[in-house]
């Protein structure tokens, strides 16, 4: 169990990257996601959300225990489920891919990264749970900035 739960949790090894992992994974994954929302479309990519976001909340807390390490940085399925938050809610509004991606992983990073709040009281539950949750309510802030962004620029 030990292989597929780190294969999980760090996105493929992903979050072995050497420089900002986190940020690496949340790149790669938006990609993956506005892919996967061009050719498969929108259920295709909520199943995606919803398979990986389990998976992670399993894995994360699998790992954080092996690691002995309080959200280890090479856990990066939490920022994948983050990101994929973001694109499927603008997504349901909007049907531009490009400015879908630019705008869930530029918010979603600046909420991440300074732990405005709610997330950062999200990050306070530990375990797996504390690690995915912080990233999916930065998500889903992410994706309702980008929304009022697209509003203000008349895009929806």
């Known amino acids: 169990m030990k292989g597929i739960n780190y294969l999980i949790a760090t996105f493929f090894y992903s979050g072995y990257f050497p420089k900002a992992p ?19 479309g929108i259920n295709f990519l909520f199943a995606f959300f919803v398979i990986s976001t389990l998976l992670g909340f399993f894995s994360s807390g699998y790992v954080e225990k092996k690691e002995r390490k309080k959200d280890p940085s090479i856990v990066v399925i939490d920022e994948v489920a983050g990101i994929l938050a973001s694109v499927l809610i603008i997504a349901f509004f909007y049907n531009g891919i490009l400015w879908n991606f630019v705008l869930s992983f530029l918010f979603f990073r600046l909420y991440d990264i300074f732990k405005v709040f709610p997330v950062n009281k999200m ?29 203000i620029f008349g895009k929806i």
């Open 22 to 40: 986190g940020t690496f994974a949340s790149f790669v994954a938006g990609i993956f996601a506005c892919l996967i929302l061009h050719f498969r």
């Open 123 to 151: 990050e306070n539950i530990g375990g797996g749970s504390g690690i995915m949750l912080d990233d999916i309510v930065a998500g889903i802030m992410a994706g309702v900035s980008g929304l009022v962004i697209l509003f």
